[in-house]
Every structure is written in C-alpha cells, then in structure tokens.
C-alpha cells in the first residue's frame, strides 16, 4: 500500500496530525492606472445594478411558468447568474489586490508605469504604447502589459536610449522619442 494512503505517528511531527494552513501567496503588488481601475469598478456596477436585476426578473418571471426541470429559460437564466456571480466575486478579489499608480507623480524624464512612450524601430517606424498593468492589456489601444518584455526594457529609459527587445522574431532596437504622462 502507498504511504499517501497510511497514517504513521511520528513523535517529531510538528503538525501532530493537523493540517497545515497554506500561507498566502503573492507574487508582489499588482498595479494597475486610476483608468484600469475605475473601468473594473464601472463593469462590477454594471453587473451589480444592470444585468443582474435583469437577468434575475427573467428568473422569477420562467419560475413562475411552472416545471422548472424543463423550463429552458429557468436554466440558462440560472446558469447566467451564477457566471455574473462568478465574474463578480472575481472583480472583487481582484479589485482587493490591486494598487493604484498614479502616472507621472514624481519623474516624467523617464519611461515608468503609466507612461505613454513613442519608439522608433530601425526602419523609422514609430509606435506609442502605454505601459500599464496586466489587468489592463489592450494591444489594439496600444496598452502593454508592465510585465511584457518591450515594457521591461522600455522601463527606466529616457528620451533617445536605445534598447533591445528580445521577442520570438528576433531581437529588434527600438529608440525612445517620446515620453508622456
């Protein structure tokens, strides 16, 4: 039989047959802009006092059509309110861990969280890109994460460095020529 499956005293266990409770675990402070921010507050209001009260009146009004066992709009208006209370209870946790940066307090010479930075590539091609949290990312919108290796290497520079990034293409060198808050 597997150990896994047996019980052995040990004099010298300090648990001493309890369980041990896990420490949390946090991967540092995650950040995230006064705009990230409040769009997660706007979309926990919208669930909250929106779709919710909707999607529970759908309920009630199926509840009221009788067998609930075959009533399809009972079912799938119960499975959409447990995915809102599901999406809900993650805003909130998340919303708790979060740590609201504000852009450009200190120093805007260089490329810090929140700032919107213009680079040039070797063929004089010029993107701007806003560095923001994960919570954030919207590549389309030009918002990278502070955790993707352009955002890492842009961090820190000033106006007319030079950097590398290292992407699955290859290395490319980028020059900072723009820096906003």
């Known amino acids: 039989m597997s150990k896994a499956f047996t019980k052995e005293d040990n004099p010298a266990d300090p648990l001493d047959g309890r369980v041990e409770e896990e420490a949390p675990r946090?991967?540092?402070?995650?950040?995230?802009?006064?705009?990230?921010?409040?769009?997660?507050?706007?979309?926990?209001?919208?669930l909250w006092k929106v779709d919710r009260p909707k999607?529970?009146?759908?309920?009630?009004a199926a509840a009221a059509q009788g067998d609930r066992s075959e009533n399809a709009e009972y079912i799938y208006g119960k499975k959409k309110l447990r995915e809102i209370d599901r999406r809900l209870r993650f805003l909130s946790k998340r919303l708790e861990s979060l740590?609201?940066?504000?852009?450009?307090?200190?120093?805007?010479?260089?490329?810090?969280?929140?700032?919107w930075v213009t680079v040039e590539?070797?063929?004089?091609?010029?993107?701007?890109?806003?560095?923001?949290?994960p919570d954030e990312l919207d590549v389309k919108a030009?918002?990278?994460?502070?955790?993707?290796?352009?955002?890492?290497?842009?961090?820190?520079?000033a106006e007319g460095d030079e950097v590398t990034v290292h992407r699955p293409k290859g290395p490319v060198e980028l020059v900072v020529t723009g820096i906003r808050y």
């Open 142 to 157: 030009g918002l990278i994460s502070v955790e993707a290796p352009l955002a890492k290497a842009l961090l820190g520079k």
């Open 55 to 60: 999607i529970t009146a759908e309920v009630s």
């Open 121 to 133: 590539d070797e063929d004089g091609n010029e993107s701007t890109y806003r560095i923001v949290g």
């Open 26 to 46: 946090r991967r540092g402070g995650r950040y995230i802009t006064p705009e990230g921010f409040k769009r997660i507050q706007d979309e926990i209001d919208r």
């Open 99 to 115: 740590t609201v940066v504000e852009p450009g307090k200190e120093r805007t010479d260089r490329v810090f969280f929140g700032a």
